[in-house]
């Protein structure tokens, strides 16, 4: 039962250009959602998060915008530089609840 | 220490063994997770400590997995009797509260 899920296993942007990272979720109890970069070798890295309360947090070149209804988070990153190639976790945290259930992850590529 | 401490970074054991893996959590936070990603797949949930409460060990995959958080600071996950498919990357993760995790750089788990 994927609780979490990212349905994109790979994505390839132009550097400079806008990245679009999706996640979808099926439990309505999440009330907390947090995105991660992992880079080879390396743990994850908390990037930005956002409460169930709003739809949208910004953080410099980072969004992410939250839709409820529609159960779906994305991440944007504009404008893509090739330090962000990694892969992207999407994770999420029940009311009251400190673990995390993430997503499977999306490889981004930045091309030159 | 600075961050999350991880030994070993690499492992590489027969089937059949046991095999300890150490995560030395930051020092005063009181939560540790332990997530594992096997190829190709997301970050698995295993267990779960938080204080002196008892651990959620929701996530271990079999009775051959085990874990243990002595002094409230250093874990160890042993798991017994390896298989091939426990061959993965075992990572661990602490935080002070909420659901801000650090994760430390894993250890790459080889069962041959």
Known sequence: DQQVKQNSPSLSVQEGRISILNCDYTNSMFDYFLWYKKYPAEGPTFLISISSIKDKNEDGRFTVFLNKSAKHLSLHIVPSQPGDSAVYFCAAAAQGAQKLVFGQGTRLTINP | ?112
């Open chain 2, 1 to 112: 220490g600075a961050g999350v401490s991880q030994s070993p970074s690499n492992k590489v054991t027969e089937k059949g063994k046991d095999v300890e893996l150490r995560c030395d959590p930051i020092s005063g936070h009181t939560a540790l997770y332990w997530y594992r990603q096997s190829l190709g797949q997301g970050l698995e949930f295993l267990i779960y400590f938080q204080g002196n409460s008892a651990p959620d060990k929701s996530g271990l995959p079999s009775d051959r997995f085990s874990a243990e958080r002595t002094g409230g600071s250093v874990s160890t996950l042993t798991i017994q009797r390896t298989q091939q498919e426990d061959s993965a990357v075992y990572l661990c993760a602490s935080s002070l509260s909420g659901r801000g995790y650090t994760f430390g750089s894993g250890t790459r788990l080889t069962v041959v």
